[in-house]
């Protein structure tokens, strides 16, 4: 069945006349009756239901107005037009009507040939009324004019100059030909396109703007009352060709007269260029189907993809090229609602000439268009796609392995790190704390039986360099295990060590918590010993008056901002110098629990630290070394267990357990010289041998010699000489105190020095 035929609604509320223009409209083959309506409320919803191009409508029908009916029909259908057919041709009626805009009167009584006409001529924006209405619509003007004027004159004079005018504002090219088939007048348009004047049209024959291969085509097309549009080339003053539309018919008038309509098809041949190009160009595929699913472009991409030739393709049902069903029933199901096809798109299965399938990607797009609703069709080829993506999600699980296996690893290493810590802060506490203490205890015992004054002082000095050492001591105790992050406080461990800081260099500080999930203890440690790097160039080097810490909470992780006010630095100058690893330690720490880190200074303004690490659990996760232990896990029992260590940053005062003297008598050890027996006078206190049994280590055989690159200098590279780091009194354990009890000690006959 054909597809160009003119689509009609007819609206009637009597059931014969309704029927009996039904069956003229079947009947006709260049006309498809697409509705019925018996009310203008019907005829209006199926205008807009049906979207016809002529809607034959009675004038009086219930439930609304013809003149209301006409404007809503126009309004929501742009491209209808009305034809009115009724039983009442009153000049009112009439009038109203056409104010409206219905493109055709006709009076019920009209000829069938008649009926179809006018609906045809409708359909190309002609306007017909019935002969019978013309004279009663123009008795105004006949009872206005002279009686000398006759009446064919006057109407047809004053109609013809009107429309003529009318037709010199139309948008496209008009030429009126007169009788011997010659120009008489042409419009601004017309002149315009073929490059001439209105003195060089005049007089010129129609077949003179065309080539020699059209000129039969222009006489048939002045010959006949009305003709189609028809495509053609027009041929302008210079002699260049444009493709151009010729439609035209005859001039109702005082005498016979031709006007041919001429339309420049220059842009829409270049649209239509650039539009093929466009699809030719394109690197998918692409097809071009009508509403019965038959191709009716493909471009050169088609070809390649599927191995047909085009003309092959033309003509042929889509489902040779996809023959999944989800794409007919789609193409069907929204043949009525095409604004749902934009931007839609499917995973199908193509198929190639060689029965070979693929997987493929259709994107669906609706192309409006005169001959009606097309839809192009945007073909890729996947195959490429799902094997990168398939790579893709195995590179994604290979992804997820190796950050499983980093953060395990990262949980071992910062165990160990921190487990070695651990038992470097044991041993300082059990062997190197506990061997000072009982040298302080022997210095003050044999500070009482000196008489001499000088050596006295001698010996009071080197007491309080004991004092310093075991001061200096306790605090690198704290360095290595901060007692706050044993009970899991990131902050607190942090103003600890910030208070430190201040304490020794006189730097303010200010620290924002602002995280509000509890680090994992590995995560934890980590973030405090790469601040604790920060920090320390802040102590040594930034010369700042003050510091701000901040620890925020940022895309499921942790951001630890530090900002001094200090000299700052040149980056560049700083890292390309030997020896300053501070901030590679920063930045490598950060990378290894999967974050980042960020440095900036410049001279004069200051540095900015951050670094940003994941709070997610860590697989392999093993408790630290934190917190209470069991005793059996120290050298010394419960003496050094790590749970009784809690010195407070920049205290001087030992922990109670230091000062205790029990302990110091080991029954496994009986050969161990006894305060008891000290002999003031043995030189061995003046030049003490390497292998003298009194400087063994009381608790451990394996007692590890002094490290000779400290050169007499702590662990902070300070000078243990120099009096101005002599810090406040640190007295060793009280002899007097009533808990701790004096041991007797034996002195010599008749020496009463107490």
Same mark, same amino acid.
Request: glycine content about 8%; overall charge negative; charged content about 30%.
């Given at each position: 069945?054909?597809?160009?035929?003119?689509?009609?609604?007819? #609206?009637?509320?009597?059931?014969?006349?309704?029927? #009996?223009?039904?069956?003229?409209?079947?009947?006709?083959?260049?006309?498809? *009756?697409?509705?019925?309506?018996?009310?203008?409320?019907?005829?209006?919803?199926?205008?807009?239901?049906?979207?016809?191009?002529?809607?034959?409508?009675?004038?009086?029908?219930?439930?609304?107005?013809?003149?209301?009916?006409?404007?809503?029909?126009?309004?929501?259908?742009?491209?209808?037009?009305?034809?009115?057919?009724?039983?009442?041709?009153?000049?009112?009626?009439?009038?109203?009507?056409?104010?409206?805009?219905?493109?055709?009167?006709?009076?019920?009584?009209? @000829?069938?040939?008649?009926?179809?006409?006018?609906?045809?001529?409708?359909?190309?924006? =002609?306007?017909?009324?019935?002969?019978?209405?013309?004279?009663?619509?123009?008795?105004?003007?006949?009872?206005?004019?002279?009686?000398?004027?006759?009446?064919?004159?006057?109407?047809?004079?004053?109609?013809?100059?009107?429309?003529?005018?009318? %037709?010199?504002?139309? @948008?496209?090219?008009?030429?009126?030909?007169?009788?011997?088939?010659?120009?008489?007048?042409?419009?601004?348009?017309?002149?315009?396109?073929?490059?001439?004047?209105?003195?060089?049209?005049?007089?010129?024959?129609?077949?003179?703007?065309?080539?020699?291969?059209?000129?039969?085509?222009?006489?048939?097309?002045?010959?006949?009352?009305?003709?189609?549009?028809?495509?053609?080339?027009?041929?302008?003053?210079?002699?260049?060709?444009?493709?151009?539309?010729?439609?035209?018919?005859?001039?109702?008038?005082?005498?016979?007269?031709?006007?041919?309509?001429?339309?420049?098809?220059?842009?829409?041949?270049?649209?239509?260029?650039?539009?093929?190009?466009?699809?030719? !160009?394109?690197?998918?595929?692409?097809?071009?189907?009508?509403?019965?699913?038959?191709?009716?472009?493909?471009?050169?991409?088609?070809?390649? *993809?599927?191995?047909?030739?085009?003309?092959?393709?033309?003509?042929?049902?889509?489902?040779?090229?996809?023959?999944?069903?989800?794409?007919?029933?789609?193409?069907?199901?929204?043949?009525?609602?095409?604004?749902?096809?934009?931007?839609?798109?499917?995973?199908?299965?193509?198929?190639?000439?060689?029965?070979?399938?693929?997987?493929?990607?259709?994107?669906?797009?609706?192309?409006?268009?005169?001959?009606?609703?097309?839809?192009?069709?945007?073909?890729?080829?996947?195959?490429?796609? =799902?094997?990168?993506?398939?790579?893709?999600?195995? !590179?994604?699980?290979?992804?997820?392995?190796?950050?499983?296996?980093?953060?395990?690893?990262?949980?071992?290493?910062?165990? #160990?790190?921190?487990?070695?810590?651990?038992?470097?802060?044991?041993?300082?506490?059990?062997?190197?704390?506990?061997?000072?203490?009982?040298?302080?205890?022997?210095?003050?015992?044999?500070?009482?039986?000196?008489?001499?004054?000088?050596?006295?002082?001698?010996?009071?000095?080197?007491?309080?360099?004991?004092? *310093?050492?075991?001061?200096?001591?306790?605090?690198?105790?704290?360095?290595?295990?901060?007692?706050?992050? /044993?009970?899991?406080? *990131?902050?607190?461990?942090?103003?600890?060590?910030?208070?430190?800081?201040?304490?020794?260099?006189?730097?303010?500080?200010?620290?924002?918590?602002?995280?509000?999930?509890?680090?994992?203890?590995?995560?934890? #440690?980590?973030?405090?010993?790469?601040?604790?790097?920060?920090?320390?160039?802040?102590?040594?080097?930034?010369?700042?008056?003050?510091?701000?810490?901040?620890?925020?909470?940022?895309?499921?992780?942790?951001?630890?901002?530090?900002?001094?006010?200090?000299?700052?630095?040149?980056?560049?100058?700083?890292?390309?110098?030997?020896?300053?690893?501070?901030?590679?330690?920063?930045?490598?720490?950060?990378?290894?629990?999967?974050?980042?880190?960020?440095?900036?200074?410049?001279?004069?303004?200051?540095?900015?630290?951050?670094?940003?690490?994941?709070?997610?659990?860590? @697989?392999?996760?093993?408790?630290?070394?934190?917190?209470?232990?069991?005793?059996?896990?120290?050298?010394?029992?419960?003496?050094? !267990?790590?749970?009784?260590?809690?010195?407070?940053?920049?205290?001087?005062?030992?922990?109670?357990?230091?000062?205790? %003297?029990?302990?110091?008598?080991?029954?496994?050890?009986?050969?161990?010289?006894?305060?008891?027996?000290?002999?003031?006078?043995?030189?061995?206190?003046?030049?003490?041998?390497?292998?003298?049994?009194?400087? /063994?280590?009381?608790?451990?055989?394996?007692?590890? @010699?002094?490290?000779?690159?400290?050169?007499?200098?702590?662990?902070?590279?300070?000078?243990?000489?120099?009096?101005?780091?002599?810090?406040?009194?640190?007295?060793?354990?009280?002899?007097?105190?009533?808990?701790?009890?004096?041991?007797?000690?034996?002195?010599?006959?008749?020496?009463?020095?107490?």
């Amino acid at each position: 069945m054909r597809d160009d035929r003119i689509r009609v609604v007819v #609206a009637d509320d009597d059931p014969v006349v309704r029927e #009996a223009l039904a069956d003229l409209i079947d009947s006709h083959p260049d006309l498809a *009756l697409v509705g019925l309506a018996v009310n203008h409320e019907q005829a209006v919803r199926a205008a807009a239901e049906h979207r016809p191009r002529v809607v034959v409508m009675d004038v009086h029908m219930p439930k609304g107005d013809a003149p209301s009916s006409v404007r809503a029909i126009r309004e929501r259908v742009p491209g209808a037009r009305v034809v009115a057919l009724s039983a009442h041709g009153d000049r009112e009626t009439v009038l109203n009507m056409l104010t409206a805009g219905a493109t055709g009167y006709l009076v019920k009584g009209t @000829p069938a040939e008649e009926i179809t006409e006018a609906i045809t001529r409708a359909a190309r924006d =002609q306007f017909s009324m019935a002969g019978e209405l013309v004279a009663d619509c123009t008795e105004p003007l006949r009872r206005a004019d002279r009686a000398s004027w006759r009446f064919e004159e006057l109407v047809g004079g004053r109609l013809e100059e009107s429309y003529l005018e009318l %037709l010199g504002h139309a @948008p496209c090219g008009v030429l009126i030909v007169g009788a011997r088939g010659r120009i008489e007048s042409a419009n601004a348009h017309a002149r315009h396109m073929f490059g001439y004047s209105s003195a060089e049209l005049r007089d010129k024959r129609l077949r003179d703007l065309v080539p020699d291969r059209y000129r039969t085509a222009t006489e048939q097309l002045v010959g006949r009352l009305f003709t189609a549009p028809s495509a053609m080339t027009g041929r302008r003053r210079d002699g260049t060709e444009f493709p151009a539309q010729f439609s035209g018919g005859h001039l109702q008038g005082r005498r016979p007269r031709c006007v041919v309509f001429v339309a420049d098809l220059s842009r829409l041949r270049a649209a239509e260029s650039r539009f093929r190009q466009l699809i030719e !160009s394109s690197p998918d595929a692409m097809v071009i189907v009508d509403s019965a699913g038959r191709i009716q472009t493909a471009n050169r991409r088609t070809e390649a *993809l599927f191995g047909y030739d085009r003309d092959q393709l033309i003509g042929r049902a889509v489902e040779a090229l996809l023959p999944d069903q989800p794409l007919t029933i789609s193409l069907r199901d929204w043949a009525d609602s095409p604004e749902e096809l934009m931007g839609h798109s499917m995973e199908l299965v193509g198929r190639r000439s060689d029965a070979k399938q693929f997987p493929a990607d259709v994107s669906i797009s609706p192309l409006r268009t005169e001959d009606g609703l097309l839809t192009v069709l945007t073909i890729r080829d996947i195959t490429e796609v =799902q094997r990168a993506q398939f790579v893709l999600e195995r !590179s994604l699980e290979l992804l997820e392995v190796t950050d499983r296996d980093r953060q395990a690893l990262l949980s071992h290493l910062v165990h #160990a790190q921190e487990a070695e810590r651990g038992r470097i802060a044991a041993d300082i506490h059990d062997d190197t704390i506990q061997v000072i203490t009982a040298a302080s205890l022997r210095l003050q015992q044999l500070r009482r039986r000196l008489r001499d004054p000088e050596e006295q002082r001698v010996m009071e000095k080197l007491d309080e360099t004991l004092k *310093l050492s075991l001061s200096r001591l306790r605090q690198l105790i704290f360095d290595l295990r901060p007692s706050s992050l /044993e009970h899991g406080c *990131l902050a607190a461990a942090l103003r600890g060590l910030l208070e430190q800081i201040r304490t020794e260099t006189g730097v303010e500080y200010r620290l924002e918590d602002r995280i509000a999930a509890k680090p994992p203890p590995e995560t934890m #440690a980590l973030i405090y010993r790469t601040a604790q790097e920060a920090l320390m160039n802040v102590r040594k080097h930034a010369r700042a008056k003050t510091v701000h810490v901040q620890l925020l909470g940022l895309d499921d992780g942790c951001l630890v901002r530090i900002v001094d006010d200090g000299q700052g630095y040149n980056p560049l100058e700083v890292e390309s110098r030997p020896g300053h690893l501070g901030l590679s330690l920063i930045q490598e720490r950060a990378q290894i629990a999967g974050g980042w880190c960020r440095i900036e200074s410049a001279p004069g303004a200051g540095t900015t630290v951050e670094f940003w690490v994941p709070l997610g659990d860590t @697989p392999g996760h093993r408790p630290l070394p934190f917190g209470p232990a069991d005793a059996s896990d120290y050298p010394g029992g419960g003496l050094g !267990s790590p749970g009784s260590l809690e010195p407070p940053p920049g205290s001087l005062e030992p922990p109670a357990s230091l000062g205790s %003297l029990e302990g110091l008598d080991r029954p496994d050890r009986p050969d161990r010289p006894d305060a008891d027996g000290l002999d003031v006078e043995d030189p061995g206190l003046e030049d003490p041998r390497p292998d003298d049994p009194r400087l /063994e280590d009381p608790r451990r055989e394996d007692r590890r @010699p002094e490290d000779p690159r400290l050169n007499g200098r702590d662990l902070h590279g300070r000078d243990l000489n120099d009096p101005d780091l002599a810090g406040p009194d640190l007295d060793g354990p009280d002899l007097d105190h009533p808990e701790l009890g004096r041991p007797e000690l034996h002195r010599p006959e008749g020496d009463t020095q107490p």
